[in-house]
Every structure is written in structure tokens, then in C-alpha cells.
């Protein structure tokens, strides 16, 4: 029997619309602070509202999005929200104060809760069912390469042409999501129509399926927030400074070898046979991280986190999206996000203040203690309950 297709045009497309909107994160949140730091002549926690402002605006967006997926459509979303982000891109040319950037970061994020939402929405509903954990897998891709790629990019403009063009790089690549997204052909379902009239509640904001697996995210979402934070002062801390720009390159390599694996797997034998290994190697890692004197086991643990936790990100989404109604594959996206978000957002406050208290080495070896309770907490959100609704689904029929 033939496999459904997977690598449509619309498929490349909205993966390509989504690298270009994670490219764009990417290359302003590393340069951002300093920018405000150097240029505008702000104070640290300044330069951190700039990341902080953009994912609080994200998160609260989300929800939002989530519900206007169901009234609007998923195409009418997508394109305002991709024309809300390419047009922030466009603004930071003019302020010239501190004051003045929060404000557009504030909108920016607005954009951009709204379109990876869309993007993930999308995405879920056009990935053949069978074939929806390798597909999501693909997808999750295209955030991991602009994660590396971002970074370097954005360093590279700000310190050998300057924030001109670091600017016009961020417009350029963010209208590129937009022209990639413009392209994704999708049809309109009734389903937008039968609850438009629906009243507002703010539970209607959530998907109550979505929150269980979010909340396992969103926990070991805060080590990865330390990674993320502190990984390259680490670096400098035990001497490999040399090596620490190679250590998401490392974690991108192993992900683009084991994602045709891994997202095969998930189909084929269900979550449970990649999540409780993906969270074992993501503590090895960390642990490895913290013990790392020499280059050799710095990037092992960099290959060793991108088995582990990068298959349990994407492994997370699909749980989010398949235990929810076709019709609330939206709202379970939005959901998902932005509880993991606050995970994000939350670890680089609480780690931000441990690190005053503890050396780097400590912090990660900790993590890796830390990030073992995940696995209960997964039995006991996803597994046991899961166990039990199959258990219920059987009874009824037998019945």
C-alpha cells in the first residue's frame, strides 16, 4: 500500500513560512541587548524586557489566535498575522529609545503568537493522519535549523556591518515568511462558521486536552531555557569559548539524522517509545554538560540534548494535536505554546536567579536530577491517563 503523501508544495511552504518567522526571533533576540546596551545606552534588566515584553505578548496572543482560527479560518489568520510581524520588522529603523523598542517588541510578539499558531494549525491539518508524527517531526525542523542559523546570522550583521543592516536582514527574511505563507493554498471548512456566533468566554481561550502534555513541556521547557541562557558563558567558564559556537550546530546535525527515525517511530509505536528515552538522554546530557572539561564531551552533550529533548518537543505538539477534536487543532496549538512558553519565560527568571547562587557546573548538574521527574510527571499526565481512557473506549465496547 502506497504511503499518503507528505511533501506537498504546501507543505514546503508553510515549513519555509515558519523557518523565516524563527529566523527573524532568532536574529533579533541575540542582538537585541546589546543593541539597547551599546546603542541606546540602556541598563541590563532593559535589555531583558526585550525578550520578556516579545513572549508575554506572544503568550497572551495565542489564545486569541487559537479561537479566531475556528470564526475566521486558518489562511485569514495566518496572513494577518505574517503581515502584523513583517510590518513590526519594518519599525525598528525609527525609535530611538528604549521606550520606543519595547513598544514595537510588544507588537512583534503579537505577530508572531498569532502566526506560529496559525503555522502549527496548518500544518496539523494537512500531514496525513498516519503519517502526522513524522510530518510534525519534518516541520519541527525548520524551527531547529533557523535556531542555529538565526543566531549566526544576526551576530554576523551586527558586528561587521551594524544595526542598519541587522534591521533590513530582519525585514528581508520576515517578509520572506510572508510571501512563503501567500503561497500555502488552503480551503475554507464550515466549522469557522458554525461557532463564529459562539459567546466569548475565556474558557474558550483553552483547550483543556492540550494542557496536560503542555505542562510536561512546559517543566523541562525551563532547563532548556538555561541551556539556551547560559550554554556560551559556560563555554567561555571552562576555557572551550573556541567551541561553543559549534554546540546547537552539533544539536542541529543530530536532529536532522534522527528525524526521519524518530517521527517514524511515533507513528508506528505511539509516544511512550520516544519520550521516556528522548527525556533519559536529555538528563545524560545535561549531565555530561556539567562534567565537560574538554571539546570532545562539550559537543557530545550537545548531540546527546538534541536526541533527547529536541524529539521531545515535536513529540509534545503531535500528543497536544491528536488528543484534541480536529476542530480544536488550533486552539490545542495555541495552548500547547503558550504554556511552554511560560516555561521558557519562567526558567530564565528562576535559573537568572540561581546562577547568583551557584556555578554553572552545579546548575547543570542539577537539571539533570531535575529533568529525571519528568518522567513521572509524563506517566502520570499523558501514560496512566491515556491507559485508562483506552481501558473506558474498550469497556464501552464490549458493551
Known sequence: MNKPKLWTKDFISVSLSNFFLFMTFYILLVTLPSYVLQELHG????????????????????????QWLERVGNKRVLLTALVIFAGASLLYFFPKTVIGFLLIRLLHGVGFGMATTAVGTIVADMIPTSRRGEGMGYFAMSTNIAMVLGPFVGL????????????????????CSLLTGLSVKLTSNGQHHEVAHSNFSIWNLIEPTAVPI??????????????????????????????????????????????PFTGKWLDLYGPNVITFPGIFLFAIGMFILSKSGAAFTFLLSAGMIGLGWGTLFPTFQTIAIQDAEPRKRGLATATFLSIYDMGIALGSFIVGAIVSKMDYSTLYFYCSLYILIGVVLYYFLHT???????????KEQEI
Open 384 to 394: 496512566r491517563k491515556s491507559k485508562i481512557k483506552s481501558q473506558e473506549i474498550i
Open 214 to 259: 503542555a505542562v510536561v513541556g512546559s517543566f523541562l521547557a525551563i532547563v532548556y531555557s538555561a541551556l539556551l541562557s547560559f550554554v556560551s558563558i559556560y563555554a567561555d567558564e571552562i576555557h572551550l569559548a573556541s567551541v561553543s559556537s559549534l554546540f546547537f550546530v552539533v544539536y542541529a546535525i543530530v536532529l536532522l539524522i534522527s528525524r
Open 43 to 66: 541598563n541590563a534588566s532593559e535589555a531583558g524586557l526585550m525578550t520578556t515584553l516579545f513572549l508575554l505578548s506572544a503568550i497572551i496572543s495565542r489564545p486569541i489566535a487559537g
Open 156 to 175: 554576523m550583521a551586527v558586528q561587521q556591518w551594524g544595526a542598519k543592516i541587522l534591521f533590513t536582514l530582519s525585514v528581508i527574511v520576515a517578509f
